[in-house]
């Protein structure tokens, strides 16, 4: 497989992880092995999930909890006047904590990247608008952590 499919399944289920974690409050070593153990490269219900790179994706899950308050100040900054982080939707969430989280912290992977991949998560949740929405978050994000 390569290793540009195995960090896109990373990406997916990162979401996820952050997903559960907010939703549930499970303590973040118990949701990682839960992941490691169940879902990254399993078969659920006849749905094989593609093999992640389980590195990428605990940096991702890990690296957005860390730093979660500087992840959310950085995407309230950039919406519109009115908005705040908690009136998206919790998929939303946690598709912008964690391409910006990449933005921030992964600048081995270029940005354009980083946008494209997360734009193919949200796609898998929401229509055009939302992606839309998403695209322009993320590449104000990076212009202002990467001054790209």
């Known amino acids: 497989m390569s290793r540009s499919k195995s960090r896109s399944a990373a990406r997916l289920a990162a979401v996820q992880a952050l997903y559960q974690l907010e939703m ?3 303590k973040l070593p118990v949701l990682l092995h839960e992941f490691h153990q169940h879902r990254l490269g399993a078969t659920i219900e006849d749905a094989t999930y593609v093999a992640a790179e389980v590195t990428f994706f605990d940096d991702i899950v890990k690296g957005v909890d860390a730093r979660r ?3 959310d100040a950085l995407i309230t900054d950039h919406l519109a006047e009115g908005w ?3 009136r998206l939707d919790r ?3 946690q598709i912008l904590r964690a391409g910006t989280y990449e933005l921030m912290a992964r600048i081995d992977v270029p940005t354009a990247t980083v946008i494209s991949e997360y734009l193919d998560v949200a796609d898998a949740f ?3 608008r939302e992606k839309g929405f998403a695209n322009g978050l993320l590449d104000g994000i990076a212009k202002k952590v990467r001054g790209q």
């Open 24 to 26: 549930e409050e499970t």
């Open 69 to 71: 308050d500087e992840i």
């Open 84 to 86: 705040t982080l908690q």
């Open 91 to 93: 998929p939303l969430r």
């Open 126 to 128: 929401y229509d055009k």
